[in-house]
Structures are given as C-alpha cells and as structure tokens.
C-alpha cells in the first residue's frame, strides 16, 4: 500500500507511476508509442504544439476548492515564466486540456504535446491510499510540461554522460522507462539541467528505496526529482519551444523571468 506524506521526496512514492503508461506518466496509444517512443520531432510535427501556445483548459468540478487552487496556482505560474496563454475552455474551441481526477488509470499523467479534442491531463487528488498529484503545483506543472510537449529529461540523447541508470535496480517491467531518445530528437539547446521538474527521482521505479536507479555522474551529491518549480531550464525550453525567446524584447523578458524564478 502507498503511504503518502505532504511532503514528498524522491525517497518516498511515486505519484507518476502509474502502470501500462509510457515512463509512468505519459498516455501514447500504441501506434503512437512506438512511433514516439523516445520523442517527438518537434520540427516535423509542430501541430503537436499548441497553436499560437493558446491552452484552453477545463478543471473539473469534482475536485476540491483546495485542489482547484493548486491546479490554478500552476497554470498561472505557467503563464506567468512563458508567453503561453493557458484560458479557461470556451466551450467551443475544438482542442482543450480536460484536467480531470480519472480513475483508470489512476494517478498524474498526461498526453505529450496537443493530440486534438479534449485531452485529459490527470491529476488525483490526495486520498488514503492513491497517489497524491496535488500536494504542491510541482506535480500539476510537470503534467501540463509534458501537455506542453516536454519529455523527461533524463531521457535526453546525451543523458549517460550525466547520469547512471541502474538497471540492475529497476522493476523489470519499468526498464524501458528509462530508454533515451535518438539524438534528431533532441532539439533544445540547453544544458542538461539536474534540477529540472521533468527529472526522475534517484529511486523511481526502484525494486527497493534503498537502491537507486538513476544517479548522477557530474556532482555526486545533486538531489534530482524536485517537484516544486520550475528550474531555469524547464523555464526556458518552455519558451524556447513556444517561440517566446523569438525576438529580443521577449527574450530579455523571459530570459530575467527564468533567471530569476527559476530554480
Ligand atoms: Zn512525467
């Protein structure tokens, strides 16, 4: 049974474990997962972007007003670090993001990038015995990242020189989780970052807490999983991806928003 904090640290569970989808928290249909099963190539499907980076939203009316907060609290944080416009579903535009507490399967998880239609992000309210996705927004924005378009980032092309998988460590049925992507995939132009929101935990999917499965190589004593902001560099390939850093204004911007809210 998992037991669940408010304070959730990389040593304890697993809230975007959830099981049958793709590194714990992505939904790919199964054409999809082997087609993009270590990324999308951003330049030849910028449809998966969302157009003109305008995100209508719908959250549903089960949650909790406590929980609305947090969901709230990270789209505005979103919209606050980037020039993407989350907006309150019209309830005409034909593509939204439906965050809704779904049962099956339970969890935090996502599609990566826009699929078309309404597209849930799931995120499950704390409960006895399920995992918690609303503790803090840093869940809520790792889910939105991954509706954004944004892959884990130990699963960058150029990840072994900064971490170690364990494999030895893994829960046999999760090791693709760990698996990389190709080095076209790669399109952002920043540096590897321990510190991102989209970074797994020393122990995810581990068989035993004691026994990592990721580890970094370059600073021995880096904690990596941080759920609770943004890092500078999610913030940036954030807006990197949606075109804000396009011109020099906006760079300037964006670039003091990220240094400076960024972790
Ligand atoms: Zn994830």
Redesign the pocket.
């Given at each position: 049974m998992l037991n669940m904090t408010s304070d959730l640290t990389d040593s304890e569970i697993d809230p975007?474990m959830s099981p049958g989808l793709f590194?714990?928290?992505?939904a790919l249909t199964n054409d999809l997962y082997n087609y993009w099963r270590v990324g999308i190539k951003w330049d030849a499907f910028p449809e998966k972007l969302w157009k003109n980076g305008i995100v209508p939203y719908s959250i549903s009316p089960l949650y909790e007003p406590s929980d609305q907060v947090t969901i709230l609290k990270a789209i505005k944080t979103l919209n606050f670090m980037t020039c993407i416009k989350f907006v309150p579903w019209n309830g005409k535009s034909k593509d939204y993001l439906l965050i809704w507490p779904i049962k099956y399967p339970r969890g935090?998880?996502?599609f990566v990038g826009r699929f078309g239609g309404s597209q849930i992000v799931s995120l499950q309210p704390p409960d006895k015995n399920g995992p918690n996705c609303l503790g803090t927004e840093g869940r809520a924005m790792?889910?939105l990242m991954?509706a954004l378009g944004v892959f884990?980032e130990q699963s960058r092309w150029d990840r072994d020189k900064f971490v170690k998988i364990h494999e030895e460590n893994i829960i046999p049925r999760f090791r693709s989780n760990f698996d990389k992507q190709s080095l076209d995939n790669t399109t952002y132009g920043f540096e590897y970052d321990y510190d991102s929101i989209?970074h797994y935990g020393k122990t995810f999917f581990s068989k035993s807490k004691s026994k990592p499965t990721i580890t970094t190589k370059m600073n021995h004593s880096k904690k990596i999983g941080q759920r609770k902001a943004l890092s500078k560099g999610d913030c940036l390939k954030l807006n990197d991806l949606y075109g804000c850093l396009d011109n020099v204004p906006m760079k300037r911007k964006y670039y003091n928003i990220c240094n400076f809210m960024g972790i």
């Amino acid at each position: 049974m998992l037991n669940m904090t408010s304070d959730l640290t990389d040593s304890e569970i697993d809230p975007e474990m959830s099981p049958g989808l793709f590194q714990g928290d992505m939904a790919l249909t199964n054409d999809l997962y082997n087609y993009w099963r270590v990324g999308i190539k951003w330049d030849a499907f910028p449809e998966k972007l969302w157009k003109n980076g305008i995100v209508p939203y719908s959250i549903s009316p089960l949650y909790e007003p406590s929980d609305q907060v947090t969901i709230l609290k990270a789209i505005k944080t979103l919209n606050f670090m980037t020039c993407i416009k989350f907006v309150p579903w019209n309830g005409k535009s034909k593509d939204y993001l439906l965050i809704w507490p779904i049962k099956y399967p339970r969890g935090c998880w996502s599609f990566v990038g826009r699929f078309g239609g309404s597209q849930i992000v799931s995120l499950q309210p704390p409960d006895k015995n399920g995992p918690n996705c609303l503790g803090t927004e840093g869940r809520a924005m790792h889910e939105l990242m991954h509706a954004l378009g944004v892959f884990h980032e130990q699963s960058r092309w150029d990840r072994d020189k900064f971490v170690k998988i364990h494999e030895e460590n893994i829960i046999p049925r999760f090791r693709s989780n760990f698996d990389k992507q190709s080095l076209d995939n790669t399109t952002y132009g920043f540096e590897y970052d321990y510190d991102s929101i989209m970074h797994y935990g020393k122990t995810f999917f581990s068989k035993s807490k004691s026994k990592p499965t990721i580890t970094t190589k370059m600073n021995h004593s880096k904690k990596i999983g941080q759920r609770k902001a943004l890092s500078k560099g999610d913030c940036l390939k954030l807006n990197d991806l949606y075109g804000c850093l396009d011109n020099v204004p906006m760079k300037r911007k964006y670039y003091n928003i990220c240094n400076f809210m960024g972790i």
